[in-house]
């Protein structure tokens, strides 16, 4: 069996219980990280630690600069192959405005939204 990682980068604890529960209700091959710091996660990233096959970045977290976690793995061959799922406001994702990001999911979807997103994900 071949297991899949996500690394979840959010400041938000309520984040971390919602995501690990709908990503483990409906996958048994998948491990979710979760990192509360986004200056840790980039540095984990960027000593290649941890390469996983998914990053979900909280774009709304205070003092953070989603443009320079996405340059993290853009920099990096290593990391170009990570798949970046990101969530937060409408807003925040269209003043990102990258291609980098392959999904984004608003910050206001339900628990069963939630757990829709993550079947297609890891079936995509």
């Known amino acids: 069996m071949t297991v899949r990682t996500c690394l979840l980068v959010s400041d938000d604890p309520d984040d971390h ?20 710091h986004p200056m840790k ?4 990233l960027a000593l290649k630690r941890l390469v996983p096959d998914y990053v979900i970045l909280n774009l ?17 061959p290593a990391l170009q192959n990570i798949r ?8 925040d994702y269209r003043e990102l405005n990258t291609g980098r990001i392959s999904t ?14 993550f079947e297609k994900m890891l079936n995509t």
């Open 104 to 117: 984004f999911l608003n910050s206001d979807a339900s628990y069963s939204e939630l757990r829709e997103f």
């Open 60 to 76: 709304t977290m205070t003092g953070f600069s989603p443009a320079a976690f996405v340059k993290t793995l853009e920099d990096d």
């Open 41 to 44: 996660a980039m540095n984990l």
């Open 84 to 91: 970046l799922i990101a969530y937060g406001d409408d807003d």
């Open 17 to 36: 219980i919602e995501f690990t529960e709908a990503l483990y209700e409906i996958s048994n091959d998948t491990v979710l990280i979760g990192i509360t």
